[in-house]
């Protein structure tokens, strides 16, 4: 029974270029969360998706940042043109239902630098 | 706006004795709690919740108590091992805001031997 999946585990980007974090959540769960997490800071939450929809966005920065969850394969996280500020782990986390009735289950994160 | 928050960002124990990290939250709305393990370099690690309609919830060697009055959490840790070394964060939803958890800034556990 496969945990919450994402790759790459470590992403190297130079400023400007792209970068795009996969998760796949675990079986038979059909919400997935995006958060990010400063060093020594607390997670903070950037998106949640179902299937194919975006149901809450407000964590995202408004440019630069987009997130999908399509019918078929992982949810991807994109950050365009990078800036040094977007080095953080991002970590992806997965539940059956909304929170509240159930914890999500997180994945071991996507560290990415930004040189 | 809301906020979740922790006293004490790193708490020194000697192996075996008992460890308690508090958390404190201003959403009244709050009614559903998590506590995380995080260990450096990996995601976090669920390790009890507690729902508003509770006080106290026990698991293995982890208590969580919760106190709605004063909004204020608890994660007690009973003969804290070695292992049990990493940084602990609480989580809060509410059913009726956002579907998501909002983190605290979390508490490192360091327990010497």
């Known amino acids: 029974n496969a945990g919450v999946m994402q790759n790459p585990r470590h992403l190297v980007r130079r400023r400007g270029q792209e970068a795009r974090l996969r998760c796949s959540p675990m079986?038979?769960?059909?919400?997935v969360y995006w958060y990010r997490q400063l060093p020594e800071e607390g997670l903070k939450f950037m998106v949640y998706?179902?299937?194919?929809?975006?149901?809450?966005e407000s964590g995202m920065p408004k440019e630069r940042f987009s997130a999908e969850f399509p019918k078929e394969g992982p949810s991807i996280l994109r950050i365009q043109q990078v800036v040094r500020g977007d080095s953080a782990a991002y970590f992806c986390?997965?539940?059956?239902?909304?929170?509240?009735?159930?914890?999500?289950?997180f994945g071991p994160g996507t560290r990415l630098t930004v040189t | 706006g809301e906020s979740v928050g922790l006293h004490l960002p790193t708490l020194s124990v000697q192996e075996g004795d008992n460890s308690i990290i508090n958390c404190a939250y201003s959403n009244s709305a709050s009614d559903y709690f998590i506590w995380y393990k995080q260990e450096s370099g990996k995601g976090p690690q669920f390790i009890i919740d507690i729902r508003s309609n509770m006080d106290k919830r026990q698991g293995q060697r982890v208590t969580v108590l919760l106190n709605k009055t004063v909004k204020h959490l608890s994660l007690q840790i009973a003969a804290t091992q070695p292992g049990d070394s990493a940084v602990y964060f609480c989580?809060?939803?509410?059913?009726?805001?956002?579907?998501?958890?909002?983190f605290g800034s979390g508490t490192r556990l360091q327990v010497q031997p």
């Open positions: 998706l179902q299937k194919e929809n975006i149901i809450d």
């Open positions: 079986k038979g769960h059909s919400h």
């Open positions: 989580a809060e939803n509410s059913a009726t805001g956002r579907r998501a958890l909002t």
């Open positions: 986390a997965s539940s059956p239902r909304s929170v509240g009735a159930y914890e999500q289950y």
